[in-house]
């Protein structure tokens, strides 16, 4: 079964009671270098990422973070774009879905005082152009799967299957 893309894939880790374990061990691989990642680990949050000569604009940044449960704690993996990129991509949709609402009230307007109401094509085409910027986000996702799965692959050697 092929999975669907989905925008910031997550995953997670049931630890049991060993999470001071699992950063100590993040640790140690971020600083000994032995995989191509660099990264960060603070108390209960981790960021890794590809070195900045191995970056491109869509890579993957993986953020890990601790969550406690009633059976143990949680570890919840999301990869996305790095912060500013992801940030760009939102403020797209949003003025591209600002776009398309003033055009549908404009519109609206000129068609209750009898002129046509040509400016309603915004809405669609807004929607049409969001729909092209997720395709791109979906594609830029597909081209990444492997740096998603070396990230994976530096932080947990034994579950990069999962």
């Not at 191995?54 to 993957?60: D, I, T």
Request: aromatic share 12%; with cysteine.
């Amino acid at each position: 079964m092929v999975p669907k893309p989905r925008m910031k894939p997550k995953f997670t880790i049931s630890l049991g009671s060993n999470e001071e374990a699992v950063f100590e061990c993040l640790d140690r691989i971020l600083r000994s270098k032995r995989y191509p990642v660099d990264g960060m680990v603070l108390k209960q949050h981790a960021f890794v990422q590809l070195p900045r000569e191995k970056r491109s604009f869509l890579s993957p940044y993986l953020n890990l973070s601790l969550r406690k449960e009633e059976n143990g704690s949680v570890l919840v993996g999301r990869f996305s774009p790095h912060p500013h990129v992801w940030t760009g991509f939102m403020a797209v949709y949003g003025i591209l879905a600002f776009a398309g609402l003033a055009g549908l009230v404009y519109g609206w307007a000129q068609g209750l005082i009898g002129e046509t109401a040509e400016m309603m094509w915004a809405a669609p085409i807004s929607l049409v152009v969001i729909a092209f910027v997720y395709g791109a986000a979906v594609i830029g996702q597909g081209l990444t799967s492997d740096e998603m799965y070396t990230l994976r692959k530096a932080c947990f050697p034994t579950q990069a299957q999962n």
